[in-house]
C-alpha cells in the first residue's frame, strides 16, 4: 500500500506561483512513478505532469509545458509540482498519484494510488 498527502494549495493571483508538495509512505518510493492530475466540477480529472522512477523523465500536456515542472525528491519520498505563470483557468483540486513501474504514464486509469487533492484557485 501506498498513502498519498498533498498539501501546498491555495488562492494566488493570476501570474503568481504556486509549489504543490506530495508526501509519500508506505512501500518503496524508489519503485513509484509520480504523477500529477486536476479535477474542476463536471468535468473529468485531467493530466498534468508525470516523472518516471528515476526522475530522469517527465511528461506534460501541452497546457503546462513550460509553466508547471515536476521532480521528486527521493530522500524525503517526496514529489513537487512547481506551477508558475498560473492562470484563472488552472483553478482546481490538484491530485497526486503512484504507480508501481518506471515509466511515467499519463493515464489516469494507470495510477493505483491516489491522494486526497488539494484545491488550487488563480482569482482574475
Known amino acids: 500500500q501506498v498513502q498519498l498527502v498533498e498539501s501546498g494549495g491555495g488562492l494566488v493571483q493570476a501570474g503568481g506561483s504556486l509549489r504543490l508538495s506530495c508526501a509519500a509512505s508506505g512501500r518503496s518510493f524508489t519503485y513509484l512513478a509520480m504523477a500529477w492530475f486536476r479535477q474542476v466540477p463536471g468535468k473529468e480529472r485531467s493530466f498534468v505532469a508525470a516523472i518516471n522512477w528515476a ?39 490538484y491530485y497526486c498519484a503512484a504507480a508501481y513501474g518506471p515509466n511515467e504514464v499519463v493515464t489516469q486509469t494507470d495510477y493505483e494510488y491516489w491522494g486526497p487533492g488539494t484545491q488550487v484557485t488563480v482569482s482574475s
Open 55 to 93: 526522475g530522469s523523465r517527465t511528461r506534460y500536456p501541452e497546457s503546462a509545458k513550460g509553466r508547471f515542472t515536476i521532480s521528486r525528491d527521493t530522500a524525503k519520498n517526496t514529489v513537487y509540482l512547481q506551477m508558475h505563470s498560473l492562470k484563472p483557468e488552472d483553478t482546481a483540486v
